[in-house]
């Protein structure tokens, strides 16, 4: 199957059901809000060992914002509910109520709710002040600029995690410019992120590795360095090969996030120099959730 | 299914306790029409006091209403009930959820020991709105209520949580020994406003209480414009219009934790 010349391979991407959050950090300007909202998804690409895949789902304007402030989106992704409370809670104090001028509010609304400022009211040492309205809980903390205001919970909603399609690409400049319209294309729709660096993953993972203590190691099948001494994936044509991973609400969001990205990228410059577009899987006996790039693409 | 519409047919001549209102759980109007309730010393049929038509129990609208219809929404849960006219005392008595809409003026004690929902009151309310009730140590567990022109005296007793504006004035001994909980008044405050208070915000333009409280330093709070904006947002009005209100924070005696926002 090719789109506008851009030949997709017949493989499907392996996704895992995981457990999600929304929350909504507003700041005086875009600036702040921003750097509080970089700060939350920070180390925050893989589960492996971040504790959970986060990132900015979208910027918001004043009038979509509970404060009346420029803020952000961010979905955060886990494994477990333990972990996902685990980390919202330290990464709400140590990332946004430490940025001046933010306030952190829930985005989701569920009937499973964790705990958002539950916990972080107690940096108030018997100053912060509790308002309910409309049944939800928010608390004041006060700080050196004022105050903090945070939402007591937020919601959490099953989520699926690990959605991913690989360009082969002839060379690195094209595949990375190529990854960059994709990204551009995600960036702009709801319920979906892509947690790696700039939205990027190079090092696609296995499962396994010849030591012992490591669950997972180089996708060597896709290691353009290895390709003459390995069981390799890769033809002579491709030279790099990089990933883009995204996590998302529902299939329905993946779906639309490989479609619209994939398209675009056919219709670009790059294009030409996309020898081909995979998808990384387990053999599809690990995820629950599998993508299949040629029905996505019908 | 139409909401249940519930015309007064008599202008009382004795009260009348509407708290059966709450209690109703099916649709069937007959059913309904027939059901006997207290009226004076002797039992009369729903079908006798009022017009009875539609059929959803959830939504109920009371017209024709007047003041001597008691405890309109005693205990209600999870229903609706909109009233076009004046209603007696006790309306929204220990309200659990759900919303009332009065377009008229309710009696005394409305909303007392009300634990959740919304009460809205297109009118005034007499004294003691939110009031002890019997057996009880908070007059507002939880809630909103919005009145639009004034309340009487004795109003607001030992508030827990929730939100309450009031578009008028309020009357003397109001807010005491409040818990909790934010209140807006957009008219004159009585005497003795917020006595034995431990902690609570007010938003008021009345600055003959500023006295009481110190003046706190002009820091930015998130707070009152994300407030300013939700109520204004419910209320779908401009009630708070100001952006830039004084703030003032713990009274003289360094007791009480009231904030004051002066708009």
Known sequence: MK??????????????????????VTADNEKWAKNAALSFTGFATSVIACGIEAGIEKKLGKNETPDGRPGYSILAFSMSRSQLEKQMETRAGQCILTCPTTALFSGLESEDMIPLGKNLKYFGDGYQISKKIQGKRFWRIPVMDGEFMCEEMTGRVPAIGGGNFLLLSKNRSSCLAACEVAVDVM???????????????????????????LIASTNDAFCPSLSGITGSKLNKNVNCVMEIVINGLSA??????????LIAISKSKYSKDIVSVSAGNYGGKLGQHHFHLRKILK | MSALNLK?????????DMSWLSNIKSDDVTKLKNTKINYGN???????????SGNDHNEIKITNSNNRLDNIGHNLKNKKILIEGNVGFGLAKNMDSGEIILKGNAGD?????????????????GNGLCSLPTSQNEGLIDGFIYVQKNVGSSSIIRMRRG???????????????????SITILGRIGKNFCKKARRATIITRDRSICK????????????????????????????????????????????????????
């Open chain 2, 163 to 181: 939100n309450v504006i009031i578009g008028g004035s309020i009357g003397d001994d109001s807010c005491l020994e409040m818990i909790s909980g």
């Open chain 1, 187 to 213: 960036s702009k729709i709801e319920n979906i992120i892509t947690p790696f660096p700039g939205g990027v993953v190079r090092s696609g993972s296995k499962v396994g590795s010849k030591y012992k203590a």
């Open chain 2, 8 to 16: 007064c047919k008599i202008n009382s001549k004795h009260r009348l």
């Open chain 2, 42 to 52: 002797k039992l009369c049929k729903v079908s006798e006091l009022f017009i009875v």
């Open chain 2, 109 to 125: 004690n409305a909303c007392s020991g009300m634990r959740g929902g919304s009460v809205s009151v297109y009118g005034s309310v």
């Open chain 1, 3 to 24: 789109i506008n010349g851009m030949l997709i391979e017949n493989t499907f991407a392996e996704a895992f059901n995981m457990k999600a959050s929304r929350v909504i």
């Open chain 1, 252 to 261: 329905d969001d993946i779906n639309k996030g490989i479609k619209e990205s």
């Open chain 2, 212 to 263: 009481n409280y110190i003046k706190a330093n002009k820091t930015d709070l998130t707070f009152f414009n994300f407030y300013r904006l939700n109520i204004n947002k419910i209320l779908n009005k401009n009630i708070i219009a100001s952006k830039d209100p004084q703030r003032y924070f713990g009274t003289k005696s360094k007791k009480e934790l009231i904030e004051l926002f002066v708009v």
